[in-house]
């Protein structure tokens, strides 16, 4: 039904590397070729790195990092 924004709550958190890389790519081919936004709340630091915006919540509050 090609929403314009997903919420993402850990996609990859109980994945292995390789089926988490691949869910990554699915998500970039998605937002380049639909136009879709990901909201990922994650605690995987490398994922947060390959997002294109990161914000970083500390005890409730959107902190800089």
């Known amino acids: 039904n090609r929403p314009k924004i997903v919420f993402a709550d850990e996609p990859t958190g109980s994945l292995d590397s390789a089926n988490r890389d691949e869910i990554l790519a699915l ?18 630091p490398d994922l947060a790195r390959m997002c294109d915006r990161s914000l970083f919540m500390r005890d409730g509050l959107f902190v800089d990092e």
């Open 27 to 44: 998500m970039a081919e998605l937002n380049r070729s639909l136009g879709q936004t990901f909201v990922i709340v994650t605690h995987d």
